[in-house]
């Protein structure tokens, strides 16, 4: 089966400029859809992607982190969490929708629709080379760098 190739990704960026996944082709880029800031599962998955960041940049992995959360809101999460990769702004939903990230949840009782926690490793030449969806966290983060720790 040939690989799929990644959706387009073009979202605002905490470091000031719109990120283009199509322009970061070369080199695998570690794209994870989390639901909000300053949440417990979001910030404990945050903290092991900033934790393992120096060995995903080792094997030549970039990283960045989706949510519908505003550039203001992740400036603040990711000074606060020392955060060492961007963190991009889909409050539009475009890239949460061309992913196919968004679900219907239970939060407490009632039915919520928000972002999946889902994880892509996109190849070098633009095709995703895994997915992970419905993510828990403990754990998670020492699978995807093993991943990426086999691309070429």
């Keep these: 089966m040939p690989a799929k190739k990644a959706p387009e990704l073009a979202l605002p960026s905490t470091d000031g400029t719109t990120f283009d996944l199509g322009k970061a082709r070369g080199s695998p880029v570690v794209v994870y859809f989390y639901p909000k800031?300053?949440?417990?599962?979001?910030?404990?998955?945050a903290a092991g992607f900033r934790d393992h960041f120096k060995a995903f940049?080792?094997?030549g992995a970039s990283i960045y982190?989706?949510?519908?959360?505003?550039?203001k809101s992740h400036a603040s999460f990711k000074e606060k969490m020392a955060l060492p990769f961007e963190l991009l702004s889909d409050a539009e939903e475009t890239a949460c929708k061309a992913w196919d990230v968004i679900?219907?949840?239970n939060m407490y009782g009632k039915?919520?629709?928000g972002i999946e926690r889902s994880t892509f490793v996109i190849a070098a030449d633009g095709t995703i080379a895994r997915e992970w969806?419905?993510?828990k966290v403990p754990g998670h983060v020492e699978e995807v760098l093993a991943f990426v720790n086999t691309l070429e």
């Design 37 to 45: 800031d300053n949440t417990p599962g979001c910030t404990a998955e």
């Design 65 to 71: 982190g989706i949510s519908r959360d505003s550039l």
């Design 111 to 113: 039915q919520v629709r």
């Design 103 to 105: 679900r219907m949840k």
């Design 133 to 135: 969806r419905g993510v």
């Design 57 to 59: 940049r080792k094997a």
